[in-house]
Every structure is written in C-alpha cells, then in structure tokens.
C-alpha cells in the first residue's frame, strides 16, 4: 500500500471514529428525550474512551505518515 493510499485510508477512519464518537456523546446527552438504562449509558461512554484510545494512535501514525511525506 502506498503512503498516499495509507494516509487516505486514515484518515477515512479517522473520520468515521469521529463521527461515531459524536452520535455516541448525542445519546448520552439526549437522556432526558427517552429511557436509557445505566448499563447502555455506561457501554456508550466506554466505547467513546476506546475510539479516543483508538483515534489517538491513528492520528500518531497519520502525523508520522504526513511527516515522511515531506
């Protein structure tokens, strides 16, 4: 896979991640709209400290990636 290629591709998930992470903090906002129970609340912040965990070390290998690339 070229770097190019690399760097596309990280930053599509990246994105995703992103984009994963803000519907999960709306739900967990919106629970005066409906019934959440603590346990789903709970699942829902864990997932959202994992994709940061996660987008930490995508947005490390895109800096390195973009770095080589200059």
Not at 23 to 34: D, H, I, K
Not at 35 to 44: G, R, W
Not at 52 to 66: F, N, P
């Amino acid at each position: 896979m070229s770097d190019q290629s690399e760097v596309t591709d990280l930053e599509n998930e990246i994105a995703e991640l992103r984009r994963d992470n803000d519907q999960l903090r709306q739900q967990v906002g919106g629970q005066g709209l409906g019934a959440v129970d603590s346990e789903d609340t709970a699942a829902m912040l864990t997932s959202i400290e994992e994709n940061e965990g996660i987008l930490g070390a995508l947005e490390q290998r895109l800096a390195r990636l973009k770095g080589d690339e200059s």
